[in-house]
């Protein structure tokens, strides 16, 4: 039987990240099969793609600067640090 592991603070940036990403693209709580805000949509004006950027950079700079506690952690910053990054990439890039 695995032992527990509890929660640290990269998780919690982790959870975070999921939370905002449903807020900004209500069409993930259809895929990650939520129930709720089936007929929103993600903002895709400006002021929409310019509110996932401003998301994204700060909770990559929050990602970059936590220090992990276990190899878990180093995982799961690491991938934050690639979603992150490729997510501003596509915005930059005007996807």
């Not at 603070?9 to 209500?26: F, V």
């Not at 903002?43 to 936590?66: F, I, K, N, Y």
């Amino acid at each position: 039987m695995a032992d527990h592991r509890e929660p640290t603070p990269i998780d919690d940036l982790a959870e975070q990240w999921l939370e905002t990403m449903l807020e900004l693209t209500p069409e993930l709580h259809v895929h990650l099969g939520r129930p709720g805000r089936e007929s929103d949509y993600t903002d895709h004006s400006p002021d929409g793609v310019a509110a996932r950027a401003d998301a994204a950079r700060s909770m990559l700079a929050r990602v970059r600067d936590a220090r992990p506690d276990d190899p878990t952690d180093v995982v799961t910053q690491a991938e934050l640090v690639r979603t992150l990054g490729l997510e501003l990439e596509q915005i930059e890039a005007g996807f």
